[in-house]
């Protein structure tokens, strides 16, 4: 959505200005939603968190569920272990990613092609499947100790239900994401600027490191904050797959909400969680200001 | 470059296209049902009921809708309320599975339909001790036993007491799982049993408005003992799968030899070939496991609330209650008297001398939080 929003916007700067009406209108509609569906959301649950109706109907300025959630062992550690993932992803997808983009943007032919419709593969595998398939391969007695068995190898210790299990599941999950934008970020590499460090006797890695890191700089921050953003807030892989405590911020919330029937704690919760989004978003929104300033 | 860009539109046409929201209002003749039961349960009520129902009243149709679990009937009930006050029309008439105490106020709204004061002929024939309200309709039963691989453990070694299981659970490290106990009533009611073992196997103890935080605190604090001394024997010392089906998957998958189950599901997987047909079926003798009814709703204000009646009534004849025993594994919401002679003697080792069960409302929430701070993080699991 972002990215049309963003394009949206850079409509009226580049043509006439007969034609900003219609830029205008164009913004209108996602800007729209977004206050509707986030922005006025997130406002409600602050403002019902921190001011708060007690038993005899006095509302006051309260604190308190926050002042619980960060003295809570329990609820820090599930924030911790949410953090943790995101974090382990996050260095786990730059590392996976990087090298598949690198490689589909300085090879040409018919492989290259398969590799990237590979690459794409898991953004239309929906993550429910993606969890029961996970079970069936890398579960206890999956294919994965199946087939260790038949070599005469051990049983690997499995990720099940262990908060590997969500990372592996997350990383698989935001790697079309991760390399579509990575890859059109080495789009701006130019041939020319590679071939002229050549010339002068620059090796791989000084070119890398020199010519195309930083020109990429910018979409790994994008990939990142993005996935990042998907990864923190996500619910479906850690539930299925990851243990029962601790558990990530996502299923934690969902469970105070339904389960410990608690809407103030879930809200709570929630609205940490938007704290440590907007401190991600703040690199993406830093990055596109930085690019449009150029 | 191009094709990049297509893909990256198309991909965000399609995103919005699926989250665009979807108006949709009820149908005349259309009986608009939700569910917070399991697949099986859907799928009984999509092969079965709907065949048979639409086939004995023409012109009604049934729309079966999967409400997730009890919290989303809740929010549906919630939004029968309010369409009330404003004489809207709540698209929902029928509720598969309910609490006729919850949402709180839906009887005094006047949204849940009074059962026994509806006229249906068959209300009669309703088990006298699965009724808890006159607002909810008892339709069929289920227990929860615990399944074994018999290829592991004999029949005559399976453990029929709490004690002799806790014991067999310790001399076979990582052969038990149960679901954490919110997210399935298999692992829910385990859990449970474990309290009443920690409470004086008294299960009158424990009503549906006697929890108190001193009480709850004390009862609850014991059984959270009974289970964190079991957790390092547990599978994968002290893992907890996510629901009722992940635990039959590693059953199936050989993993762990004995869980515990539905009884109405484990049936069902026995028979689809899930689990193997030597697939050992036993009941704590000391006191069963918790079981219960599941009871329907009739939506007051439904736009079909005759059809509604219609079906609650259908559900309750002999054909539908038969089918429960045959098709479903689970027991009759009737009393066994109105069930057919052939298939009383042939379940008769399931019928149940008594189903003990255990209440929700607040002991429900302090139980889903206790269990996650008191037992599931107790463990260390690094090594």
Not at chain 1, 133 to 156: S, T, Y
Not at chain 1, 175 to 181: F, G, N, Q
Not at chain 2, 293 to 301: A, G, L
Not at chain 2, 348 to 359: K, L
Request: one cysteine or more.
């Amino acid at each position: 959505m972002s990215e049309f929003v963003e394009k949206a916007v850079s409509v009226p700067t580049e043509t006439a200005a007969g034609r900003r009406p219609i830029g205008l209108l164009l913004v209108a509609i996602p800007v729209f939603l977004v206050i509707w569906l986030v922005i006025w959301p997130a406002i409600n649950a602050i403002s019902r968190t921190i001011w708060r109706t007690d038993a005899d109907g006095h509302s006051s300025f309260d604190l308190s569920s926050y002042a619980f959630f960060f003295s809570d062992r329990y609820s820090l550690d599930n924030l911790a272990v949410t953090l943790w993932t995101t974090l382990v992803c996050a260095v786990l997808l730059l590392v996976i990613c990087l090298p598949i983009a690198l490689y589909l943007r300085f090879s040409h032919g018919r492989l290259p092609a398969y590799v990237q419709a590979l690459a794409i593969l898991p953004m239309f595998v929906p993550s429910i499947i993606l969890a029961f398939a996970f079970i069936r391969v890398l579960g206890p007695n999956g294919m994965v100790d199946i087939l260790l068995n038949a070599v005469g190898l051990p049983k690997i210790r499995t990720p099940y239900l262990t908060p590997w299990g969500p990372v592996i599941g997350l990383v698989w999950d935001n790697i079309p994401l991760t390399v579509l934008i990575l890859l059109s970020g080495l789009g701006s590499v130019a041939n020319q600027s590679i071939e002229a460090a050549r010339d002068v006797g620059a090796n791989t890695i000084r070119v890398f490191w020199h010519i195309i890191l930083p020109r990429i700089s910018n979409s790994i921050l994008v990939a990142l904050s993005f996935s990042v953003l998907g990864i923190f807030s996500s619910f479906t892989l850690p539930y299925l797959l990851g243990p029962a405590s601790p558990e990530m911020l996502g299923p934690f919330m969902q469970r105070t909400l339904r389960d410990v029937q608690d809407p103030i704690g879930a809200m709570t919760q929630a609205v940490v969680a938007f704290g440590f989004c907007i401190l991600f978003g703040l690199f993406y929104v830093r990055s596109v200001a930085r690019n449009r300033g150029k | 470059m191009k094709r990049r860009t297509f893909m990256m539109s198309a991909a965000g046409a399609a995103a919005g296209l699926a989250l665009a929201p979807r108006m949709s209002f009820a149908a005349k003749g259309q009986i608009d049902w939700y569910t917070s039961s399991d697949t099986n349960i859907l799928d009984f009520w999509t092969n079965i009921v709907k065949p048979g129902f639409e086939a004995a009243n023409p012109g009604l149709k049934l729309n079966l809708v999967d409400a997730g679990d009890g919290a989303g009937i809740i929010a549906i009930g919630e939004r029968a309320i309010a369409a009330k006050q404003t004489n809207a029309d709540p698209q929902a008439d029928y509720f598969e599975s309910a609490d006729a105490l919850l949402p709180a106020g839906a009887i005094k709204a006047g949204v849940y339909t009074n059962i026994k004061a509806a006229g249906l002929s068959n209300y009669s024939k309703v088990n006298p001790l699965a009724i808890e309200s006159e607002y909810s309709l008892p339709y069929r039963g289920s227990q929860v036993l615990l399944a074994y691989d018999t290829t592991k453990l004999k029949p005559a070694d399976a453990p029929k007491t709490w004690d002799a299981l806790v014991t067999w659970i310790k001399a076979n490290p990582g052969q038990f799982v149960y679901n954490r106990p919110d997210k399935g009533g298999s692992g829910g009611n385990f859990v449970r049993r474990a309290i009443h073992q920690a409470n004086g196997l008294d299960p009158k103890a424990f009503k549906v408005d006697n929890y108190t935080q001193e009480f709850g605190d004390e009862a609850l604090g014991k059984a959270w003992k009974l289970l964190a001394d079991i957790a390092p024997h547990l599978y994968d010392k002290g893992a907890y799968s996510s629901g009722n089906t992940q635990s039959l998957q590693l059953l199936s998958q050989g993993v762990v030899t004995m869980i515990p189950v539905w009884s109405d599901q484990v049936l069902q997987a026995i028979e689809q070939g899930v689990l193997p047909a030597e697939t050992g079926l036993v009941q704590l003798q000391d006191l069963a496991l918790c079981g219960g009814f599941t009871r329907s709703v009739v939506i007051e204000n439904g736009a079909n609330h005759e059809a509604s009646l219609k079906l609650a009534d259908f559900m309750l004849s002999e054909e539908m209650q038969s089918a429960i025993l045959t098709e479903l594994g689970g027991f009759p919401g009737v009393s066994w008297d109105h069930v057919s002679a052939d298939l009383r003697k042939k379940f008769a080792d399931i019928i149940p001398q008594s189903i003990p069960t255990f209440p929700g409302g607040k002991w429900e929430a302090a139980i889903n939080d206790g269990w996650y701070r008191h037992v599931a993080p107790n463990v260390d699991r690094k090594s």
